[in-house]
């Protein structure tokens, strides 16, 4: 047991004496791996704020291409009345107002026929009347190509009528795709928004980090010497404590061991 006793003293002892050699060692691998570490950290939270800039940018076109969308909508919501307003004034032009154009142009071009015998009449005796009439296009006839060039005129109104009213009945689907896809591109904007506002704080984060592993980089040195100066006191304790424990004991072992006696 005494030997054992001695062997934790050497141990101790020797521990004791290499613990001051430790430090030179230790202080310049724990700082570069510190500074390292810090500058990684550093480098991270660029990148990573580089990025949520980024993201936030990004963010910021969708959200303008969603209120232009949301604008272009509303103007085809707004057009759409004009459309069918449109529609049927020229619905009412072609059905009502040209239409009883040609009517009354059938009335006037019977009107104009007798006016040109009449007129025709009144030449023969020019000598008397001093009414010359000879016109390389009678009345009739100028009313007629008239009415003929009128007469297709009502159904054209109508069909274009009917082609400005599908128009604007699309413009209901027009608009409707317009909004979900307005709808689609805030809720995108809002998530790339939020994914780089959290991507900012991580590199906020990162940096705090990276600070407070170069404020340690600068204590480091005093904090291995601490916890040198701690062993050192600690492991005198212990052999303070092993030689106690070896005196304590030698002398117990010799008390109690009888001494032989001489024949």
């Known amino acids: 047991m005494r030997i054992l006793g001695m062997l934790g003293i050497a141990a101790s002892l020797i521990l004791a004496a290499a613990l001051p050699f430790l430090p030179a060692r230790l202080i ?10 810090s500058e990684g950290l550093g480098d991270l939270s660029n990148s990573v704020a580089a990025t949520s800039s980024s993201l936030i940018s990004a963010s910021e076109v969708l959200e303008a291409a969603a209120t232009t969308i949301e604008k272009i909508s509303e103007t085809i919501k707004d057009t759409k009345p004009l459309l069918e307003s449109s529609a049927a004034i020229l619905e009412d032009v072609g059905e009502n107002t040209l239409k009883q154009t040609n009517r009354a142009l059938d009335t006037v071009q019977s009107a104009a026929q007798s006016v040109d015998r009449v007129l025709r009449g009144l030449a023969v005796f020019g000598a008397i009347t001093g009414i010359s009439y000879d016109p390389e296009r ?13 007469k297709s005129l009502p159904d054209g109104l109508i069909e274009v009528s009917g082609k400005i009213y599908d128009t604007a009945e699309g413009f209901d689907t027009v608009s409707g795709e317009l909004d979900q896809t ?6 995108l904007s809002d998530e790339v928004r939020d994914l780089g506002e959290r991507l900012g704080t ?9 600070m407070a592993l170069d404020q340690l980089v600068e204590r480091l040195p005093t904090l291995i010497w601490a ?9 005198t304790g212990v052999l303070l404590a092993q030689a106690t424990a070896v005196v304590v004991g030698g002398r117990l ?9 001489v024949a």
């Open 202 to 210: 991580l590199s906020a984060t990162l940096e705090k980090q990276a």
């Open 253 to 261: 072992y010799r008390e109690n061991t009888p001494v032989p006696s």
């Open 138 to 150: 009678s009345l009739e006839q100028a009313v007629a190509d008239v009415a003929t060039g009128l």
């Open 182 to 187: 307005r709808g689609e591109l805030q809720g």
């Open 227 to 235: 916890s040198v100066v701690l062993m050192e006191f600690f492991l």
């Open 28 to 37: 310049p691998s724990a700082t570069e791996l510190a500074l390292e570490v």
